[in-house]
């Protein structure tokens, strides 16, 4: 093969064992696809193609991948919009016969189906970051930390103070999108207790909002994320939080005290939870 089909938003290069996707940047374009740039797909992580009629003259190349091969769309887990499916390929109609070649040919090449027992896509690349509603979520490869805002953090997270995840100890991630209703990302330890039901209430979980966690950034984190606790082994030892800026930490013990006032933290939490904060300076 080695030809390119071009399409809205997209153009797909088929190679001797992948499909090389680039997607176009520009105004009308998905900030997910401008998020991902580019992915490379091996023939191995797909396990179907099929070609249907689509909107105003338009017909559209799909390839299925295999459940479990796209860290991206493990994540997700069938929550995108159709027009933000990565796999999608939307041509005008009078290509239809050309797009009928090129799926011929990618069928001929398919040889596995089923789940697959490993990730065979690349996830997004690290280092990662976005605002929640709650807080920023970062992750450098390795670990996951939440550093909790406190306008919007609960005063569950505020007595629990800012969260870091070395991604050996977990097993998994919850995400849910922020464009439906109780939008967010939760991380899932091992052998651990069920997490409270409201993820507000939850540490490892940073909840969504409107304009806070959107699809284009916090689900290529949540993949990122899910790829690396997947080639991970578990760490027997929680790492050490790096020291806070003072002035952080000042703000912090004021919000504590309006939290004290309040009667939502206690005389016994506020001397403890003070005590910890001023042990990081």
Known sequence: MGDVLAGFHAAWEFESDSVLIRYERGMRTPKLFQALGERRVPFEAIEGVNLTPGRRGTVVLRAEPRPGADPLMEAAAGQLKESCDPYRLVLPAERETLAEYYADELRARLTESGPAERHLVAAPGTPRQFKAYDGKASFDGTSVSFRWFWTGASSAKWKAGDQRFPVGELSGV??????????????????AAAPPAQPDQDPAAVVFGLGYGPVHESLPFAAA????????????????APRRDPADIADRIRHLGELHQAGLVTDEEFSVKKAELLAEL
């Open 174 to 191: 919850e995400w849910r999108s922020p464009e439906v209703f109780e939008g967010h990302l939760r991380l899932l330890h091992r052998d």
């Open 225 to 240: 994320v899910l790829a690396a606790v997947r080639t991970s082994e578990p760490v027997p030892a929680v790492v050490a």
